[in-house]
């Protein structure tokens, strides 16, 4: 769950924990996850598409922000001479949609493909391979980037700014992603939930929208789950109730590339019901100021 990210380009490798084994000062590194984690900001590192050679970065580095919120999603960018500059951020204020002015505002959306392979071989594979077959079509509009989570599901993608993530992606699926989220729309094809909810709420999200064939991206809220039942509301006034449970799959499989086959579980919606009548959501709030 992250209703923030934070994106620093870092060229070279990067290890397992990335923001520690790069090239990225180790010590802004852990200042960073520090400042930005216990206030629901995400920190990634980003390298622009192509070989990367074990060598020191050289001149200016891109740096993205984005808050994910339906509320007033957006992506602001600036170019950096030194990554401790981003230690200045105010975390809590940017998790909480306001960005201060800093950077400038990026229209377009970005998408995040995983290629850690430190972190996963399957992302150093299947991601690569995906960034190549998207190479020359996107322009800046994609990055690699550190682990994002879900490796079984590689190539594994997130979309800035709206923090839908995708798995199992081929270039004709990203390629749409991208059309799509440039027209403040989701596919739903390979989507696996928007970072911003608990899993719980991503599951009951995609689940409604695939009932009433909603594609609109800040068209749904989620609140927080009450047990196993979530709360969707949709901008109309529209409300469900989503009954969540967790579930073993079968057969076995790899979490991982390389790894023993288990018996994973995942959560998935049983029920999808209209609210009682005379019950309805919680009003959306105003977007907050930036």
Request: glycine share 12%; net charge neutral; hydrophobic share 35%.
């Amino acid at each position: 769950m992250a209703g923030g990210w934070l994106c620093l380009e870092q060229r070279g490798p990067w290890g397992h924990n990335a923001l520690l084994q790069s090239h990225l000062d180790p010590a802004v590194g852990r200042a960073l996850d520090a400042a930005a984690g216990p206030a629901g900001v995400r920190v990634q590192l980003i390298r622009r598409p192509g070989r990367h050679a074990d060598e020191p970065p050289d001149g200016p580095r891109r740096a993205y922000l984005a808050h994910t919120g339906p509320t007033g999603s957006w992506l602001r960018a600036a170019d950096l001479s030194d990554p401790s500059e981003l230690l200045g951020l105010n975390f809590a204020a940017i998790a909480a949609g306001r960005h201060g002015g800093w950077g400038r505002e990026v229209a377009e959306p970005l998408l995040l493909v995983c290629t850690n392979g430190r972190r996963d071989r399957c992302c150093a594979v299947l991601g690569r391979e995906l960034v190549a077959g998207l190479q020359g079509r996107h322009g800046d509009a994609v990055w690699e980037t550190t682990h994002t989570g879900g490796h079984r599901f590689a190539p594994a993608a997130v979309l800035l700014p709206s923090g839908y993530t995708y798995g199992r992606l081929g270039p004709h699926q990203a390629d749409a992603a991208l059309a799509a989220a440039g027209s403040g729309k989701v596919t739903l094809e390979h989507c696996r939930g928007r970072s911003t909810w608990t899993r719980a709420g991503q599951v009951a999200e995609l689940a409604v929208r695939d009932q009433i064939g909603e594609h609109l991206i800040d068209a749904l809220r989620v609140e927080p789950a009450d047990g196993d039942q979530v709360r969707v509301t949709h901008q109309d006034g529209r409300t469900w109730t989503v009954t969540v449970h967790e579930r073993e799959l079968d057969p076995p499989r790899p979490n991982s590339c390389g790894k023993a086959a288990v018996r994973p579980t995942t959560l998935v919606a049983v029920d999808v019901s209209d609210a009682p009548a005379g019950v309805s959501g919680s009003p959306a709030p105003d977007p907050p100021p930036n």
